[in-house]
């Protein structure tokens, strides 16, 4: 484990620790590394199964089986903010469900942010992104835009206290208007929906989240392109 802190030190993404100087009133944006299973952004955490800690180069992850592996953090980590990015770097890996809920947030008046994999069975995955209660339900989905799973990306859900958009490897793929929270306290879950149903079958390298609407050139994008 200790060399795993070292060459994610040496990656440069330790670098964002949510401290900002005291004069600064805005929230402080959070980095959650997900290194470990039993602390996730200063959280004790819940473990579903046996999440794998696996240095994938370059990023090390937890990486999760697709049927019992998952993670339970309690806290919300967008409570409070009226605008928000959630930037998420993963991998789907092929075999896994058809529908998988890799990241869910959800405060104690059922307001819930959901993003999502389609697996479409040919080496192919979409992404579905959701904000929405019982009475408010916005998805994002368009299952032409297709992209090769086994391999590392950054996925982005932004709000803008109007509109919702998701990006992926900091391209915009869909936006939709949309009357959203701010939420409350709650909880949130990796490789798994709450309930404890679609698996989420790769890997979760890190989580970043932001009290603004980022635009796409302040989205991260993998270090190849």
Same mark, same amino acid.
């Given at each position: 484990?200790?060399?795993? +802190?070292?060459? +994610?030190?040496?990656?440069?993404?330790? %670098?964002? =620790?949510?401290?900002?100087?005291?004069?600064?009133?805005?929230? @402080?944006?959070?980095?959650?590394?997900?290194?470990?299973?039993? &602390?996730?952004? /200063?959280? @004790?955490?819940?473990?579903?199964?046996?999440?794998?800690?696996?240095?994938?180069?370059?990023?090390?992850?937890?990486?999760?089986? /697709?049927? =019992?592996?998952?993670?339970?953090?309690?806290?919300?980590?967008? %409570?409070?903010?009226?605008?928000?990015?959630?930037? #998420?770097?993963?991998?789907?890996?092929?075999?896994? &469900? @058809?529908?998988?809920?890799?990241?869910? $947030?959800?405060?104690?008046?059922?307001?819930?942010?959901? #993003?999502?994999?389609?697996?479409?069975?040919?080496?192919?995955?979409?992404?579905?992104?959701?904000? *929405?209660?019982?009475? $408010?339900?916005?998805?994002? $989905?368009?299952?032409?835009?297709?992209?090769?799973?086994?391999?590392?990306?950054?996925?982005?859900?932004? +709000?803008?206290?109007?509109?919702?958009?998701?990006? #992926?490897? *900091?391209?915009?793929?869909?936006?939709?208007?949309? @009357?959203? *929270?701010?939420?409350?306290?709650?909880?949130?879950?990796? /490789?798994?929906?709450?309930?404890?149903? +679609?698996?989420?079958?790769?890997?979760?390298?890190? &989580?970043?989240?932001?009290?603004?609407?980022?635009?796409?050139?302040? &989205?991260?994008?993998?270090?190849?392109?």
């Amino acid at each position: 484990m200790r060399s795993i +802190y070292k060459i +994610y030190l040496a990656t440069g993404l330790w %670098a964002l =620790t949510g401290n900002l100087p005291a004069e600064r009133t805005s929230p @402080a944006p959070m980095l959650w590394p997900i290194i470990q299973t039993n &602390l996730i952004g /200063g959280h @004790a955490s819940t473990v579903l199964g046996s999440p794998r800690v696996v240095l994938d180069p370059p990023h090390p992850a937890l990486f999760f089986n /697709g049927s =019992t592996d998952g993670l339970l953090v309690p806290t919300n980590p967008l %409570a409070g903010w009226p605008q928000f990015t959630v930037e #998420i770097l993963f991998k789907p890996e092929e075999g896994g &469900l @058809a529908e998988q809920r890799f990241v869910h $947030i959800q405060d104690t008046n059922n307001w819930r942010v959901m #993003i999502e994999t389609r697996l479409d069975g040919h080496g192919g995955w979409w992404l579905d992104t959701f904000l *929405g209660n019982e009475r $408010i339900r916005q998805p994002l $989905i368009d299952p032409r835009r297709v992209h090769p799973t086994g391999r590392w990306y950054w996925v982005a859900l932004t +709000y803008d206290g109007q509109r919702m958009t998701h990006y #992926i490897d *900091g391209e915009k793929e869909l936006t939709a208007q949309v @009357a959203f *929270g701010p939420m409350g306290p709650g909880q949130t879950s990796l /490789g798994v929906r709450q309930n404890k149903v +679609y698996w989420f079958k790769g890997g979760i390298s890190t &989580l970043r989240f932001h009290p603004t609407a980022l635009t796409p050139r302040q &989205l991260q994008r993998p270090p190849q392109k």
